[in-house]
């Protein structure tokens, strides 16, 4: 039984299509990454999972929950995967400690203290407990992408969805997240994640879709897909000829 | 023939300039309220108070504050209702305050990066969590310079509300002039008498703009 099954999804922005018939079962567990060219549609889908998009056509079911745009369905999709965003989008006005108590403290009501606890022991997975009443502004790109899992994983989601993480830093920031993402990997939480880190994807995902104007091109395991890549795009892509 | 000393045109003056601060704090506070509402219609999901927040916004940014104050006075006389000059001043600073406010709070919440919502969005919150918890917050400190800064021009908008015969420090101004027959004095002093008023609002917001920039400056 798959956890995020995604059948035959197309999207039009316009005249534009960009997705032209999605279908991608992911497995619980199960760590895939999206590569492509961008305006292939990857990060497109992924909005798409999460309903920061709708879909014009086709269906997305995660764990037993349909994606239908109204809010009720919206609150219980977004509940079960959470999402990471290339610009991390921490509240700037609120400390780390803050971020990561602030939903659960809203949309799940509990209660203060324990929403704190909560936090404390997130922001320890991510290697920033002592980092619990630093504001953004004072943190590096890495540590607030860290931050920003952090509040992901308070709200306890089954899936997680990451939309090029590690783009938005220098280059020596790109370990310290990928190495938290390889742990929960390890942890057994399933991934989703658009990526250009193609040594990362190799490592760690179970699986690889390349995407190519707005189809799944290629998809299989990364030694097939990086070894052997069948189409001529999935090889210009990868530069090798 | 009486004689007005210097002191008794000031203290005229003075005690005239009370209302003009009063009527500039209804002003403000009113226009804030009506603005607030006028915000959330505009920016809200639905469309016909969209429309109808932002046909109200042009209608009173695009028509003179004098005309409005007109059609408040002698608009609602025209039905029989009569209406006294302090409720028309009110009425109309309060209506003209609020458009401009709720106008330069849109900019505020628009200006708050697409991210915010769409990740107080993934993490589950609902429209009104996201404006209470996420946007409302960072807009307000945007807002509180251009905020006061406005307060400026409801301060000086409050001098036309003597043509309708509010007597207020432009108004005490020519009714001292025409008894003293001074009136580079009372004018000068008027001036002075808005200016006190005036600077100090067009230097805090100056200086909130500075202090609230610090804690922002990476957005």
Redesign the interface.
């Known amino acids: 039984m798959s956890l995020i099954a995604i059948t035959e999804v197309k999207k039009r922005f316009g005249d534009n299509e960009v997705l032209k018939g999605i279908s991608i079962d992911v497995a619980p567990g199960e760590v895939v990454a999206i590569i492509g060219k961008s305006g292939s549609g990857k990060s497109t889908l992924l909005r798409c999972i999460n309903g920061l998009e709708t879909i014009d056509e086709g269906s997305i079911v995660v764990a037993g929950a349909q994606f239908l745009p109204d809010e009720v369905h919206l609150k219980a999709l977004r509940l079960k995967v959470g999402m990471i965003f290339q610009q991390f989008n921490l509240f700037p006005h609120l400390t780390a400690g803050g971020n990561v108590m602030l939903s659960q403290m809203v949309v799940k009501k509990t209660p203060k203290k324990d929403a704190e606890a909560v936090a404390r022991k997130m922001l320890d997975r991510v290697g920033l407990a002592h980092k619990f009443d630093a504001l953004p502004d004072e943190l590096s790109g890495g540590q607030q992408q860290r931050v920003a899992i952090a509040r992901a994983l308070a709200m306890q989601p089954i899936a997680l969805l990451c939309d090029e993480i590690t783009s938005a830093l220098d280059p020596e920031l790109v370990a310290e997240v990928l190495a938290v993402v390889k742990e929960l990997a390890a942890e057994g939480m399933t991934l989703v994640m658009v990526t250009h880190e193609m040594r990362f994807a190799r490592d760690v995902c179970s699986r690889v879709v390349f995407m190519h104007q707005g189809r799944v091109h290629e998809i299989g395991a990364p030694e097939d897909v990086f070894s052997n890549p069948r189409t001529p795009e999935l090889r210009q892509f990868l530069g090798v000829q | 023939m009486t004689e007005f000393s210097f002191w008794d045109i000031l203290r005229n003056l003075l005690l005239a300039a009370r209302w003009t601060v009063v009527l500039s704090l209804v002003s403000f506070i009113g226009g804030g309220i009506v603005g607030a509402a006028l915000l959330f219609l505009r920016i809200g999901g639905r469309r016909w108070p969209r429309l109808l927040s932002r046909g109200y916004i042009q209608l009173f940014q695009g028509t003179p504050l004098l005309m409005q104050l007109f059609l408040a006075f002698f608009g609602l006389g025209l039905f029989g209702i009569d209406v006294p000059a302090w409720l028309a001043a009110c009425v109309a600073l309060i209506l003209w305050t609020a458009a401009f406010l709720a106008e330069i709070w849109r900019g505020c919440v628009e200006s708050i990066?697409k991210?915010?919502w769409?990740?107080?969005?993934?993490?589950?919150?609902?429209?009104l969590?996201q404006m209470r918890?996420?946007i409302l917050?960072?807009a307000l400190?945007v807002a509180v310079p251009p905020t006061v800064g406005f307060s400026v021009q409801v301060v000086k908008g409050t001098a036309l509300t003597s043509i309708i015969g509010f007597v207020e420090l432009s108004k005490a101004g020519s009714i001292v002039t025409n008894a003293t027959f001074q009136p580079f004095t009372v004018y000068g002093l008027v001036a002075l008498i808005y200016f006190a008023l005036c600077w100090p609002l067009s230097k805090s917001s100056q200086l909130l703009e500075r202090k609230l920039n610090v804690?922002?400056?990476?957005?």
């Open positions: 990066a991210g915010q769409e990740a107080s969005a993934s993490l589950g919150m609902g429209y969590q918890y996420v917050p960072q400190k804690a922002h400056r990476n957005h």
